[in-house]
Structure formats: structure tokens, C-alpha cells
């Protein structure tokens, strides 16, 4: 059974530049949520997806936009980099416990 | 809103000795309690979690109790090896939307480092 799946696992880019970021949820799973890791930091909730919409936002810009498509896989979206946004993304998949979060290993964004 | 506050690390233990991290929260409402585990250059891997106040967690020799009167949910373990080296992060969860999970709000994280 395999676990949650991100790629790529590293990714450089300048500012200005957009980025799309990929996870595939746990087998079984239908709700896809997606985190931002500074260094030294816990992660921060961006937003999270079921039956393919937008069900809650944290507090991030529209920069920050996302898909789920019908096979609950998910995608990630940052337009106009900046530095800041350099980061560890973490995608998280639930499936009929909704408390239970399951992550991935993450995608490492250098932003220069 | 909701908030986790955990003690700062890092925490530095010898090999077998008693680990405690501390936990806090402030939630609306009642929320369910995590702690997940980092290991270096990895994602997070959940290590135990409490649903309800008063219920245990517990998993590889750590354990932690969801205590609402106090709003914490410390972490504990008798004996920790050089292996559980890695940052642990506490975390809360709010109550799901139906169909829905729910987000997860995260302490800062208190890395811990076991030495022989």
C-alpha cells in the first residue's frame, strides 16, 4: 500500500517565476491538504481539497492556488515567486478518519 | 484561533534516559491532539494521537494524555534511544466537516538529540 507521494523533491527557482507542485494521496484516501514548512518552523496550513474543490484556506495570498483532479490526486500552484516562499511543501492526505492526516516526504522549494 | 505552544529545543538526553516534552493549546471547541514526528530531511510521520480528553495515546514506547482541564497533551517516553533523535512536533486538529478533514495546527517543534 503505497503512502503519500510528492514530486519533484526538490525544485530551484527565481522570482517571478511559477511553480506547480505535485501529490498523490495515500490509496483509499479522497482529501488532499497541503502545508508550507519554513526552516526551523512548523508547517502552515495553505489549503485542503475534497470532490475536487476548495473546502477551507488558510492564511495565504491568491499567489497560492491549487487542483484536485478525479482521482483525488492534487496540485499545487505558486505564481510570481518570491524569496520568502522558499520552503518545504508538505502534502497531507485523510481518508474515513478525517482527524488523521497522512504526509508525504515533501518537495524542497529554493526560490533565488 | 486555534494555537499550540511547545517547549523550545534543542532538548539533549544520554541514551535511556526519561523524555519530556511539553504541550499546550487553545482551541475552540474540542479539538482532537497529535504528535508527529520529523526525521531529518523527511516529511512527518504521525506518532500517536488523542481524540477525546482523557484518552491515552501511544506508540513505540511514547505516550501522551489528552488533559483538557490543563490544555496540554505532553509528551513522554521512559527510555530513549539515540534512534529517536529527530524534531517532534505537537499539533491539533479541528473537528472535521462532514465528507472533509480537518487542518492541523502545529507547534514550532522541539527537536530532540540523544547522545551515548
Known amino acids: 500500500d503505497a503512502g503519500v507521494t510528492q514530486s519533484p523533491t526538490h525544485l530551484i527557482k527565481t522570482r517571478g517565476q511559477q511553480v506547480t507542485l505535485r501529490c498523490s494521496p495515500k490509496s483509499g484516501h479522497d482529501t488532499v491538504s497541503w502545508y508550507q514548512q519554513a526552516l526551523g518552523q512548523g508547517p502552515q496550513f495553505i489549503f485542503q481539497?475534497?470532490?475536487?474543490?476548495?473546502?477551507q484556506r488558510g492564511n495565504f495570498p491568491d499567489r497560492f492556488s491549487g487542483h484536485q483532479f478525479p482521482n483525488y490526486s492534487s496540485e499545487l500552484n505558486v505564481n510570481a515567486l518570491l524569496l520568502g516562499d522558499s520552503a518545504l511543501y508538505l502534502c497531507?492526505?485523510?481518508?474515513?478518519?478525517?482527524?488523521?492526516?497522512?504526509f508525504g516526504p515533501g518537495t524542497r522549494l529554493l526560490v533565488l | 484561533g486555534n494555537s499550540v505552544t511547545q517547549m523550545e529545543g534543542p532538548v539533549t538526553l544520554s541514551e535511556e534516559a526519561f523524555l519530556t516534552i511539553n504541550c499546550t493549546y487553545t482551541?475552540?471547541?474540542?479539538?482532537?491532539l497529535f504528535w508527529y514526528v520529523q526525521y531529518p530531511g523527511e516529511g512527518l510521520q504521525l506518532l500517536l494521537k488523542a481524540t477525546k480528553a482523557d484518552d491515552k495515546g501511544s506508540n513505540k514506547g511514547f505516550e501522551a494524555t489528552y488533559r483538557k482541564e490543563t490544555t496540554s497533551f505532553h509528551l513522554e517516553k521512559g527510555s530513549v534511544q539515540v534512534s529517536d533523535s529527530a524534531v517532534y512536533f505537537c499539533a491539533l486538529s479541528d473537528r472535521g466537516l462532514t465528507g472533509g478533514g480537518n487542518k492541523l495546527t502545529f507547534g514550532t517543534g522541539t527537536q530532540l538529540k540523544v547522545e551515548l
Open positions: 497531507a492526505s485523510t481518508g474515513l478518519a478525517p482527524e488523521t492526516q497522512y
Open positions: 481539497y475534497y470532490e475536487e474543490e476548495e473546502r
Open positions: 482551541a475552540t471547541g474540542y479539538p482532537s
